[in-house]
């Protein structure tokens, strides 16, 4: 049973920095890609970083130069290192399986993250 347990999240003003930590069960870091999805109020869930098991990663146009996603499979911890936060990034950060329908089941409350002008 896959358990993820996100935390870090906090209120920041725009321009600050943040790091999401997410705490995975057994070693599922090794056996399937991991990615952060954020989704704010009214909108779709959306796909922001990827780390596929092979350490390569992916971000969404949004964040790119901005986000950073890392691992560290020993400790089964995904991290998502968050610089030049802006407003827009405001959001419930969620850390699970890519892609999204290997996901279901293994939604948590996430952390809030939320941006100040």
């Known amino acids: 049973q896959v358990q993820l347990l996100e935390s870090g999240g906090g209120l920041v003003q725009a321009g600050g920095s943040l790091r999401l930590s997410c705490a995975a069960s057994g070693s599922i870091l090794s056996i399937n890609a991991m990615g952060w999805y954020r989704q704010a109020p009214g909108k779709q869930r959306e796909l922001v970083a990827v780390i596929t098991t092979g350490g390569g990663t992916n971000y969404a146009e949004s964040v790119k130069g901005r986000f950073t996603i890392s691992r560290d499979n020993a400790k089964n911890m995904v991290y998502l290192q968050m610089n030049s936060l802006k407003p827009s990034d405001t959001a419930v950060y969620y850390c699970?399986?890519?892609?999204?329908?290997?996901?279901?089941?293994?939604w948590g409350q996430g952390t809030q993250v939320t941006v100040s002008s």
């Open positions: 699970n399986l890519v892609p999204s329908r290997v996901a279901q089941g293994y």
